[in-house]
């Protein structure tokens, strides 16, 4: 079936970096947008960046500029999205999405737990 | 950036209810909108897209409506696993921002 699997929780130290997969089956990888929406603890969904899976073009939330990037592994069907400098206030769930057309993301994964704290 | 504004944040109903969640933009969408629920511990579900077509395999208590910068995601009959988070989400232009959500919680 069509899904998208992530990789698992993180905790991490500030300063630091993560890096977080989004492996997609069941579908044509390159067809559709892949995008990345955080939510902090008791907060709403915050949209982070998205991948053109096809080309490789990215573009990015300008809050996250400089410090987020977003990749992919077109023969794994893998995308990824890295956070350099993390902040206690980057402690959230981080998830990727498809995006179908005009229509929304119609595919979410399930979520990954990053924990920043010293 | 285009805003959307869901109000209110907390909306409490009874099993059985009509519930009415309206959405704003801050300028005209067309019909470029959708719907999610989310619960607890789990990834959002898209259940309205275009405004007002049904996701499918979503039940059809769950209806939409609008256009421009108003719009409205109608539950009919509200069931006990319809209390959740709602977000609208515009998809009119990049970058395809969300409400901040609304809450609907038993009464």
């Known amino acids: 079936q069509v899904q998208l699997v992530q990789s698992g929780a993180e905790v991490k130290k500030p300063g630091a970096s993560v890096k977080v997969s989004c492996k997609a089956s069941g579908y044509t990888f390159n067809d559709h947008y892949m995008y990345w929406v955080r939510q902090a603890p008791g907060q709403g969904l915050e949209w982070m960046g998205r991948?053109?899976?096809?080309?490789?073009?990215?573009n990015y939330a300008q809050k996250f500029q400089g410090r987020v990037t977003l990749t992919r592994d077109t023969s794994i069907r893998t995308a990824y999205i890295e956070l350099n400098n993390l902040r206690s206030d980057d402690t959230a769930v981080y998830y990727c999405?498809?995006?179908?057309?005009?229509?929304?993301?119609?595919?979410w994964g399930q979520g990954t737990l990053v924990s920043v704290s010293s | 950036d285009i805003q959307l504004t869901q109000s209110p944040s907390f909306l409490s109903a009874s099993v059985g209810d009509t519930v009415t969640i309206p959405c704003r933009a801050s300028q005209g969408i067309s019909s470029y909108l959708a719907w999610y629920q989310q619960k607890p511990g789990k990834a959002p579900k898209l259940l309205i897209y275009?405004?007002?077509t049904l996701q499918s395999g979503v039940p059809s208590r769950f209806s939409g409506s609008g256009s421009g910068t108003e719009f409205t995601l109608t539950i009919s009959s509200l069931q006990p696993e319809d209390f959740a988070t709602y977000y609208c989400?515009?998809?009119?232009?990049?970058?395809?921002?969300f409400g901040q959500g609304t809450k609907v919680e038993i009464k």
């Open positions: 989400q515009q998809l009119n232009s990049f970058p395809q921002t």
């Open positions: 999405a498809r995006l179908r057309g005009a229509d929304g993301f119609d595919i």
């Open positions: 991948l053109n899976p096809n080309s490789g073009v990215t």
């Open positions: 275009a405004a007002s």
